[in-house]
């Protein structure tokens, strides 16, 4: 390699590597505010609201016994009003909302709510209050 060739490459990674940082930091905000906005909408009653943040699937998991997503949704007790840890790993994430964790995967060109309410249990599987 010339000197010419190292200094394009350390040029080229000195502007790839923080818009990288950005790019993840952007997908940690977008997590976040979706996780967020779902217990936030949960909380306050806005069934509808926190419903259209899930992953149809859990929509259908919540949906029992002729139940209305819109109205299981508020009985959960969900709370929480900022976002804690945040782990993005591809197309599945993490955030720590309130006392419990909010799962997600990339849907489309954002996020949506695969899981909610979920407790760690050592050595098992999250004990959530619903899940996709």
Known sequence: ?????????????AI????????????????????VGMVRAAQTGDGRAACAALVPRAVDGLETAGARCDRQIVRLGLSG???????????????RVGSGWVF?????SGWK???AGCEPRSGRPFDCEFEA
């Open 1 to 13: 390699m010339t000197a010419r060739t190292i200094r394009s490459a350390a040029a080229l990674l």
């Open 16 to 35: 790839v590597l923080p818009a990288a940082g950005c790019a993840a930091a952007d997908e940690e905000d977008d997590v976040a505010r979706t996780a």
């Open 81 to 95: 009003n900022e976002a804690g840890a945040v782990e993005v790993w591809g197309d599945r994430a993490r955030a």
């Open 113 to 115: 709510v695969t899981a």
């Open 104 to 108: 997600l995967t990339r849907w489309g």
